[in-house]
């Protein structure tokens, strides 16, 4: 019997971080460290490429299963200061 993968609509928090570099080293993929100490792959890497160090708020379908990798496809997001990620 297989493990259905999980999938729900979440309000993250959290600083963009590189996690996959093209042959060049230039950064080609993106995760979300959040606060609850989990990383998210974003899906939707490509808009979020120039936000790589930057403090995030992001509303979007978060994945995640027993043998898959949690990810987060951003529908909306909002830049926050550094001081918002300790509140």
């Known amino acids: ?18 996690c996959a570099w093209d042959e ?7 995760s979300l460290s959040a606060t609850d100490d ?17 403090p995030i708020r992001a509303v979007g379908l978060v994945r995640s299963g027993k043998k898959v990798q949690r990810a987060i496809n951003i529908k909306k ?7 918002s990620l300790v509140e």
């Open 1 to 18: 019997m297989k493990k259905k993968v999980g999938a729900s609509m979440q309000t993250l928090v959290g600083i963009v971080t590189p």
């Open 24 to 30: 060049r080293d230039h950064v080609s993929e993106v």
């Open 38 to 54: 989990e990383e998210y792959i974003i899906e939707n890497s490509q808009r979020f490429l120039d936000l790589v160090q930057k």
């Open 77 to 83: 997001f909002e830049m926050l200061d550094s001081a």
